[in-house]
Nanobody
Framework: QVQLVESGGGLVQAGGSLRLSCAAS????????MGWYRQAPGKQRELVAI???????RYADSVKGRFTVSRDNAQNRVYLQMNSLEPEDTAIYYC???????????????WGQGTQVTVSS
């Protein structure tokens, strides 16, 4: 079964750091786009950071300079290093993969179950 499993969330004080990890149950070398989204209570899910297979990355304006997304194709993992965390970063963080083949099936999108990040002031 193809899946994404996030880990690394938790409770941290403002100004602290966390590193989220997303483990994929498939070879991510051919996945065009992988990244992280988040959803805060009462808000829509939003893009945090993505990494493209070409090597480029994209970030939400609110996290630029504080968060870094990376992928390790050998380990089939994607990471999100979060520094200088703010209470506004509190949300459930979801790993996402887009546009890839899995066992002869074209997958437009795959989501993990999410990991909670809580930043206290």
């Amino acid at each position: 079964q193809v899946q994404l499993v996030e880990s690394g969330g938790g409770l941290v004080q403002a100004g602290g750091s966390l590193r989220l990890s997303c483990a994929a149950s498939l070879n991510i070398n051919n996945i065009i786009q992988m990244g992280w989204y988040r959803q805060a209570p009462g808000k829509q899910r939003e893009l945090v950071a993505i990494t493209i297979s070409s090597g480029s990355t994209r970030y939400a304006d609110s996290v630029k300079g504080r968060f870094t997304v990376s992928r390790d194709n050998a380990q089939n993992r994607v990471y999100l290093q979060m520094n200088s965390l703010e209470p506004e970063d509190t949300a459930i963080y979801y790993c996402n993969a887009q546009s890839f083949w899995y066992e002869s099936t074209w997958m437009e999108e795959l989501w993990g179950q999410g990991t909670q990040v809580t930043v206290s002031s």
